[in-house]
């Protein structure tokens, strides 16, 4: 568009003229500017498909396959935290003096890994191992007193295998392991080294047995 043009056109003013050509201005500015954006990515395009292009097929496969790999090891990582995280809560629920021994042994389940109902059936295989394979890996719950039914006072009864070395010597490995969890923390206060000491020593006797 020309201004000559727009004077031949009968009853427009040159104000009118300049104004036309100003918007006439304006919109060709704007239409450059967006085939000027166009071309810019259209060139980005061209030289994303002819980087791609002097890549060779096997170089790909390999790029792919180490991404497939990482995602498998993420996915892997994930499973395998949530799957700890579970065995770890069951088994502080249920009391197990230490909770690892627990989920690694559990760790070891295939099928139970693979588990759809993962929380559930966790639960059941700690309930296993405290009621009938490992029970001397959870401490024993405390007794309820008993009420003779005559009086409010109640009476509490001595908790079995609560042994406790002679006054004024340390107890044996022996002792140790005969202990209940009450007795055991009583001496963990008392002497943390002590206990130590004799949790280790209770452990690696254990594992030899079991």
């Known amino acids: 568009m020309k201004r000559e043009d727009l004077r031949a056109i009968e009853g ?10 100003t918007l006439a201005g304006r ?18 395009a061209q030289q994303g498909l002819a980087a791609f292009g002097t890549q060779k097929p096997s170089d790909l496969a390999s790029a792919l ?17 949530r799957f700890r995280d579970f ?4 088994a502080q ?3 197990a003096i230490d909770a690892d021994d627990v989920i690694n042994l559990l760790s ?8 759809s109902n993962l929380d559930a059936d966790i639960r059941a295989a700690v309930d296993k ?13 405390p007794e309820e007193p008993q009420d003779d039914g005559q009086t409010s006072r109640k009476v509490v009864v001595p ?11 340390d107890p044996t490995t022996k002792e140790f392991a005969m202990m209940d969890y009450m007795a055991r923390m009583e001496l963990k206060a008392k002497n943390p080294a002590l206990f130590a000491d004799l949790w280790a020593k209770s452990r690696a006797a254990a594992h030899t047995i079991y």
Do not use: C, I
């Open 27 to 44: 919109d060709s500015a704007a239409a450059h500017s967006r085939e000027e954006a166009l071309q810019q990515q259209l060139n980005a």
């Open 159 to 169: 908790k079995p295998n609560n042994t406790k070395a002679a006054s004024g010597s």
């Open 87 to 90: 065995a770890r809560n069951a």
């Open 129 to 141: 191992l405290k009621t009938q394979t490992k029970p001397h890996w959870f401490a024993k719950a």
């Open 12 to 21: 427009l003013s040159e104000a009118q003229v300049d104004a036309v050509m």
């Open 108 to 115: 070891q389940d295939t099928a139970l890994r693979g588990s």
């Open 93 to 95: 629920d249920a009391g």
């Open 65 to 81: 396959q180490q991404v497939q790999q990482l995602q498998t090891q993420l996915d892997e990582q994930a499973a395998d935290y």
